[in-house]
């Protein structure tokens, strides 16, 4: 009898403590993340810097910190410039604009892991944004990611043909597909878009290269050197043209353009 007692009022407590723990898990509200909390892993600047414009006087709205970060952007602050439009997510709540400039600082500094991060979110917001797409894109080719990173840069385009970046891009993905004709198209689009970019020459000059034709590789190339003489990768690519030729003396006049004599040689 003390036994059968004893399971009734365990059992009874049982019901009543699950009743219990299933009000308490029911009742407690989940807490969502603050746009502080959202925003403050996409700022990842040096602690010396943060503090910095920490001390300075805090922008009121989200128009005041992003016309600070584009002030800061354009002089090669990229840091204060990165933590100015997080300030202004935080302030706002978030935006297509000010994140996708966000991914630009990333991108610029070589951090394709925020950069990344910073395009997505703005696709939350507008999944057809075309800046968000193409700089996705162009991330996910320097992670070379590159399916994902066609598909985007491809839907950019199709949104936008003028995008000379996405066109560059596509053009990458081409030639390391072996495509070289759908690359040379690409790259012949990017330099009608940007006729000064020794990057876009240099590029067209390889998948010429590429596809046999050294002649039009070789006058790309010597194009992207006369407009930027500082552009290692023409000049490499000149010796290269010239080694291959036998040319050997015009090779390492070219090279040492960008190599000491002794690698020249």
């Known amino acids: 009898m003390v ?29 969502e993340a603050t746009p502080e909390e959202s925003y403050d892993s996409l700022y990842s600047g040096s602690s010396k810097d943060k503090t910095a414009n920490e ?24 840091d204060i410039a990165l933590y100015e439009y997080v300030e202004a997510l935080k302030l706002s709540g978030g935006d297509v604009e000010t994140l996708n400039k966000v991914g630009d600082v990333h991108y610029t500094l070589g951090d394709m892991d925020n950069a990344g991060q910073a395009y997505k979110a703005s696709l939350e917001l507008e999944e057809d944004d075309q800046h968000a797409l193409q700089g996705l894109g162009l991330t996910q080719l320097r992670t070379r990611d590159y399916a994902q990173a066609k ?21 990458t993905i081409a030639d390391i597909e072996g495509d070289y004709t759908t690359a ?46 500082g552009f290692d990768r023409a000049w490499y690519n000149i010796g290269l043209m010239y080694t291959r030729q036998g040319n050997y003396e015009d090779a390492f006049v070219a090279f040492r353009n960008v190599l000491g004599t002794p690698q020249a040689y």
Request: net charge negative; charged share 15%; glycine share 6%.
């Open 151 to 171: 598909i985007n840069l491809g839907q950019a385009l199709e949104i936008n043909p003028d995008l000379w970046h996405a066109h560059n891009g596509m053009g």
């Open 3 to 31: 036994s059968q007692a004893f399971h009734q009022c365990l059992s009874k407590a049982l019901i009543v403590l699950s009743a219990l723990i299933f009000s308490a898990c029911s009742t407690t509200p989940t807490k």
């Open 184 to 229: 040379i198209e690409h790259y012949q689009a990017a330099l009608r878009l940007n006729p000064r970019s020794a990057q876009i020459l240099n590029n067209l000059g390889y998948s010429e290269y590429l596809s046999g034709n050294w002649h039009a590789a070789m006058m790309r190339f010597v194009q992207a050197v006369n407009i930027d003489p």
């Open 55 to 78: 001390a300075a006087i805090a922008a009121e709205t989200p128009e005041e910190a992003v016309e600070r970060g584009d002030e800061a952007f354009w002089k090669g602050q990229h």
